[in-house]
């Protein structure tokens, strides 16, 4: 963000198969990518919330319930290397 690099967990997309499209939304104070993928019943739609300082959550819909979220996984910050 702002020419410096992002840290993104494995978590945030391992779980993801047949992803299908994503789409980057701005809110007042932060982004959110917007991933879609499988297929029917197997559909799903993940948002991923980030600021500057990292990802902050991410939750999981599923198919049926397009509202209900399904997961979700609260990031915290890292602390510095030798901290």
Do not use: C, W
Request: hydrophobic share 35%; aromatic share 8%.
């Amino acid at each position: 963000m702002d020419g410096h690099p992002l840290a993104v967990p494995r978590s945030v997309s391992a779980t993801l198969p047949d992803l299908r499209t994503a789409a980057l939304r701005k809110g007042a104070r932060h982004f959110e990518l917007i991933l879609e993928g499988g297929d029917a019943s197997e559909g799903y739609r993940v948002v991923v919330e980030f600021d500057q300082s990292g990802i902050k959550s991410r939750r999981l819909y599923g198919a049926f319930d397009p509202d209900a979220v399904l997961e979700e996984t609260t990031y915290r910050p890292q602390p510095a290397a030798g901290n």
